[in-house]
């Protein structure tokens, strides 16, 4: 145990700490000299698999009013409410506050605690805070022993249909209940490299991620179908970071052989290029594409490093058009179950480019991320997003985005211009 704790306090960082969890095992020397038999033998631990949710050896513990030693005699020791432990690790933690106090007292308590440092050694496993009242329940990422305390980044949980969920027997029933639990820390937290901060899933994301590879999983690639569906999420809502995670969970499930994030310019690419490898943990690989000859590479290839590949829709378009690319390199990539996610679908892949990459892999399976899309009264081409990507997989409005303050409102005005023409603007508050 003392080797461990060691491993963790040489860790200290929430993102590094996350990696550790999700390794599914830990190796520690065998340190008892009577043990001759085995005596400075190296094992492996099995401490955290996120695939064995409420199964395998995935034991799961509530420790009620666990107690902090002060790390200090000038402190006072302290007592929690409750954490919740999976196989003996403690990755969640609540407290509690009565009727009429504000869930953000809960929330002070925390930062309280964590400036105390009570979340230190076997503590600095918790991933997730959650602060809750009987009407109300916040949570949030862990940001760490040297991370800041941001309430811009504390959320409210929500149902499907983007409802707030606060009453405290729902929350314990969906948000802290098995599996749930297992999965927030499993697939839904985002151990983001580029900023150093671990980063937890809002409920719309959750749900257009799983609504994606749900669909993937249910897939029967022996009949041609290629719409999969699209996600209605507004401007300013993380569709890059909901989108990374529908790639990754694709690709660890072994649902698809290639998950290709089709983006339509190439800053576009590039940007969304370093955030998916910020996203990706030490195992994982995000492929660039510096040409159409290293993309047929890539998507021809069986390395499963080569499974997550970012690229324009201009280089994805040209595969069959140029030159040098044999009909046998196109029959052995269609070989493959091959996923394609397209950013802001409600732009040009209304045109020729996504009709070649369609007709170039007819086997392959599309889904779409877009915060306008195309309806009936405003079709491209006579064709709606529907039209060309299936059903909608789930909807987070520009109305919910402003409800929940995770997008700036506006105010519409009137304003007298040229000719005393009256024009309608918009402008931010």
């Not at 420790?63 to 409750?82: C, E, H, I, V, Y």
């Not at 918790?126 to 022993?145: D, H």
């Not at 990507?389 to 520009?398: A, K, Q, T, V």
């Amino acid at each position: 145990m003392h080797q461990i704790l060691e491993q963790i306090k040489t860790l200290r960082t929430p993102v590094r700490l996350n990696g550790f969890i999700n390794g599914k095992t830990v190796t520690v020397k065998r340190d008892n000299p009577d043990d001759k038999l085995h005596f400075g033998k190296e094992i492996s631990l099995k401490i955290y698999d996120r695939q064995e949710i409420a199964g395998g050896q995935s034991r799961y513990q509530i420790a009620q009013q666990p107690k902090f030693t002060a790390k200090t005699k000038m402190l006072s020791d302290r007592r929690g409410d409750f954490t919740l432990l999976i196989n003996g690790m403690p990755v969640i933690h609540v407290e509690l506050k009565k009727s009429g106090i504000p869930v953000s007292q809960a929330c002070y308590q925390i930062q309280k605690y964590a400036h105390e440092g009570v979340f230190t050694g076997l503590f600095s496993l918790v991933q997730i805070f959650v602060a809750m009242t009987p009407e109300e329940t916040l949570y949030f990422a862990n940001p760490g022993a040297d991370g800041k305390y941001n309430p811009d980044y504390y959320f409210h949980w929500a149902d499907f249909n983007n409802e707030p969920v606060n009453n405290w027997e729902k929350i314990a029933s969906d948000l802290l209940s098995i599996p749930m639990a297992h999965q927030m820390i499993g697939f839904y937290t985002v151990a983001d490299t580029t900023d150093n901060i671990l980063k937890v899933m809002r409920s719309y994301q959750y749900y257009a991620a799983s609504a994606i590879s749900q669909r993937v999983a249910k897939r029967k690639w022996s009949e041609p179908n290629q719409r999969g569906g699209y996600i209605w999420h507004t401007t300013g809502s993380g569709k890059t970071m909901t989108s990374f995670k529908s790639a990754q969970l694709i690709a660890n499930s072994g649902d698809a052989d290639k998950v290709v994030f089709l983006m339509d310019r190439i800053e576009l690419g590039t940007q969304s290029l370093i955030e998916y490898r910020g996203f990706a943990d030490d195992r994982e690989s995000v492929q660039a594409t510096e040409n159409t000859g290293v993309l047929v590479t890539k998507l021809k290839r069986n390395n499963p490093g080569d499974t997550l590949i970012v690229t324009s829709i201009q280089k994805m378009s040209r595969v069959m058009e140029e030159s040098g690319y044999k009909a046998k390199d196109i029959e052995l990539i269609n070989r493959k179950r091959i996923v394609f996610i397209v950013d802001e679908c409600h732009r040009d892949t209304f045109g020729d480019m996504l009709m070649n990459i369609k007709n170039t892999f007819p086997n392959a399976m599309f889904f779409g991320f877009t915060g306008t899309p195309i309806h009936d009264e405003n079709k491209k081409k006579m064709s709606t997003t529907t039209d060309v990507f299936g059903d909608e997989l789930h909807r987070y409005s520009i109305a919910d985005g402003i409800r929940d303050r995770n997008v700036l409102g506006f105010d519409p005005t009137m304003v007298m211009t040229y000719k005393d023409q009256d024009v309608r603007k918009s402008s931010c508050t």
